[in-house]
């Protein structure tokens, strides 16, 4: 098991700006590659963000240009920055661990974080 938490969410107004992160509860990710996905009530969880197992980065078309996802050195946390945000980011924000390489689907995460609220006001 890996427990993720997520933290950093909250209200802010549009066209601002937010750092998500996600920690591995005192571990290293390892070879775990890490997405962010969110999702809003009734709807499926989609890829926003995710670092792989060998540094590379890959960005879902809803944030592209506006957000960037980076590692710490000892890849014991995972940073999502999202800038210029729309009342349309709003919705809980989920970190996600897997072992290999990135994807986008979210069925191929095995571990998630409980969720963080992310809500922007227009």
């Known amino acids: 098991q890996v427990p993720l938490v997520e933290s950093g969410g909250g209200l802010v107004q549009a066209g601002g700006s937010l750092t998500l992160s996600c920690a591995a509860s005192?571990?290293?990710?390892?070879?775990?590659?890490v997405a962010w996905f969110r999702q809003n009530p009734g709807t499926d969880r989609i890829f926003v963000a995710a670092?792989?197992?060998?540094?590379?980065?890959y960005y879902g078309e809803s944030v592209l240009g506006r957000s960037s996802i980076s590692r710490d050195i000892a890849k014991t946390t995972v940073t999502l920055q999202m800038s210029g945000l729309k009342p349309e980011d709003t919705a809980t924000y989920y970190c996600?661990?897997?072992?290999?390489?990135?994807?986008?689907?979210?069925?191929?995460?095995?571990?998630w974080g409980q969720g963080t609220q992310v809500s922007v006001s227009s």
């Open positions: 996600a661990a897997k072992i290999g390489g990135i994807n986008l689907m979210s069925l191929t995460y095995n571990y």
């Open positions: 005192g571990r290293s990710f390892g070879s775990l590659s």
């Open positions: 670092i792989g197992d060998n540094g590379g980065t």
